[in-house]
């Protein structure tokens, strides 16, 4: 199951505690004191890593933490630092602090990124020795690593987007020209988490189908709406199955506006999907329609090789 949303709990590394030794030597009875300071804690890191389908690992993993600082040692030795940890996150992931609200951005592979810091290590009593407190039994206690909830999004990071209503033909269109293997079936809210495709080198993605009120939390849609924030290009397909194509576009790019600004000045070119279904003068009307709003209009049947040849021609074009 895809997962583009988890929380966890992270923690650093607790400092080590300093401690209180005394240096003996031989033929001496006291010479004086000899405790280290403890290692610092552990620190955690995010790193990206090339896997959208990893946040599903972490469903039953909730807890994270680095590892403690040691104690000090005798003859005033630090104890040893305490592990890293580095958690692998995909390319596109959000995190939040949920305790500072600081949010931290993964953008590329082998990215990495310190989210949390060790503890310091506590002072041992050979750090407080003085010239009028030779015998010092003074030491102090590692400090906590920090400790938080992580809220953990991912933003698919894709070459371009299919959007569209439920049951637009988005995912059967994707399966036609890229290798994704997507499910499909004809009925509304086929897609249940999106699907990506190779199409010559470009990363092509089918987002779950919206509909009117997705940006306030109706139907599936809204989980999914952050996905196109970073999509280049948005592939807008619209099934001629619709008796006013202009108003189901319309209902679409209200969604994509009421989310973000800037997912709606992404670049766009609308496709008309299941052509086969309608004639030549209702296909040209519809497209006629359609070209009033937006210029960059392309027709295209998974029933026809030469459509998806030349679909895949244009897209070509667009995405070079």
């Given at each position: 199951?895809?997962?583009?949303?988890?929380?966890?709990?992270?923690?650093?590394?607790?400092?080590?505690?300093?401690?209180?030794?005394?240096?003996?030597?031989?033929?001496?009875?006291?010479?004086?004191?000899?405790?280290?300071?403890?290692?610092?804690?552990?620190?955690?890191?995010?790193?990206?890593?090339?896997?959208?389908?990893?946040?599903?690992?972490?469903?039953?993993?909730?807890?994270?933490?680095?590892?403690?600082?040691?104690?000090?040692?005798?003859?005033?030795?630090?104890?040893?630092?305490?592990?890293d940890i580095s958690i692998s996150l995909p390319i596109g992931s959000v995190v939040t602090d949920t305790r500072t609200d600081k949010k931290f951005y993964i953008n590329e592979e082998g990215e990495r990124i310190l989210l949390l810091s060790g503890g310091k290590g506590g002072l041992g009593n050979a750090h407080f020795k003085a010239s009028t407190n030779t015998s010092p039994k003074e030491f102090t206690f590692g400090k906590p690593g920090e400790e938080t909830e992580l809220l953990i999004e991912l933003e698919l990071v894709v070459d371009a987007g299919f959007v569209g209503l439920p049951n637009a033909g988005k995912s059967s269109l994707l399966n036609a020209i890229t290798n994704a293997n997507a499910k499909v079936g004809a009925f509304p809210f086929t897609t249940l988490e999106p699907n990506l495709g190779d199409f010559h080198g470009y990363v092509l993605a089918d987002i779950p189908g919206l509909i009117e009120g997705a940006a306030e939390g109706k139907g599936l849609g809204h989980k999914f709406l952050r996905h196109i924030k970073r999509t280049k290009m948005v592939l807008h397909c619209v099934s001629v199955e619709n008796a006013d194509v202009v108003a189901t576009y319309k209902t679409v790019r209200a969604e994509l506006k009421k989310h973000s600004k800037e997912v709606e000045e992404k670049p766009e070119v609308i496709i008309l999907t299941k052509t086969d279904l309608v004639s030549e003068s209702e296909l040209a009307e519809k497209k006629k329609e359609l070209k009033a709003i937006n210029p960059e209009i392309l027709t295209v049947t998974i029933l026809d090789d030469e459509t998806l040849r030349i679909l895949g021609t244009k897209l070509s074009q667009y995405l070079g």
């Open positions: 199951m895809f997962v583009d949303e988890i929380t966890i709990r992270v923690r650093a590394g607790k400092g080590g505690d300093g401690v209180v030794l005394w240096l003996h030597e031989k033929g001496k009875e006291f010479s004086g004191p000899s405790g280290g300071n403890g290692g610092k804690g552990g620190d955690v890191y995010a790193i990206g890593v090339r896997d959208i389908g990893l946040l599903s690992q972490y469903k039953h993993l909730k807890e994270f933490a680095a590892e403690n600082g040691a104690n000090g040692m005798r003859n005033t030795k630090t104890g040893k630092t305490g592990e």
